[in-house]
């Protein structure tokens, strides 16, 4: 039997992240999504290839309460490309440093945030920002080596992320974020990643 392909993983996130909006409120499933996206770097990869590279995330959210809101998430990140040398054929003299094979995974799954302190009077004002995230669905793992493909699988993952944001104007807020992403990949494994983000609602 064949692993499933990015289609079915869609359709798989699609039909467990729309349960909870249709059984919502009227007054509450007509509420606007608020569209929140983060971009980073990656590290403490455990892969064989662990330089780092870009991180990126974009997810949409529909509030069901003041505390937690639940949709979908769009996710990559490139584990960075390894350094290899160069050596003549004829007579293995090193001839300089090559670019290697590179690894980078992307995907879609499901994604909820929870705001513990949002709208409690007596909580610390420092936390009012904070929120906790978290992420599960399908992943896509590529590794390329100068355009040439010759690593392709597919795997379940999930991760989990701090995040801390400032109300910049009515409808924005801008901050950071630190995520750990686990995916089920015999080559990938774990890796960390930060950066800055923002939410428009």
């Not at 597919?154 to 409808?171: S, T, Y």
Request: proline share 6%; with cysteine; charged share 20%.
């Amino acid at each position: 039997m064949g692993r499933p392909g990015p289609a079915c993983a869609f359709a798989l996130a699609v039909a467990v992240g729309t349960v909870p909006p249709l059984a919502a409120p009227p007054a509450q499933a007509a509420k606007a999504m608020e569209l929140s996206g983060s971009l980073g770097r990656t590290f403490a990869i455990t892969g064989d290839i662990h330089e780092g590279g870009p991180a990126v995330q974009l997810d949409a959210l529909l509030p069901m309460s003041r505390t937690w809101s639940i949709g979908f998430a769009f996710y990559g990140a490139d584990m960075g490309q390894k350094t290899e040398r160069l050596l003549d054929p004829n007579d293995g003299t090193d001839l300089g440093a090559v670019g290697g094979p590179t690894r980078y995974a992307y995907g879609v799954g499901w994604a909820l945030d929870v705001h513990p302190w949002a709208g409690q009077i007596d909580a610390p004002k420092a936390l009012s920002g904070l929120s906790l995230a978290g992420t599960a669905g399908h992943y896509r793992i590529t590794v390329e080596t100068q355009g040439d493909v010759h690593e392709d699988d597919d795997a379940f993952g999930w991760a989990l992320a701090e995040r801390w944001r400032l109300p910049v104007g009515a409808h924005a807020a801008l901050g950071q974020w630190v995520r750990y992403t686990r995916v089920f990949d015999a080559r990938l494994g774990r890796y960390m990643s930060a950066g800055v983000d923002w939410t428009w609602r």
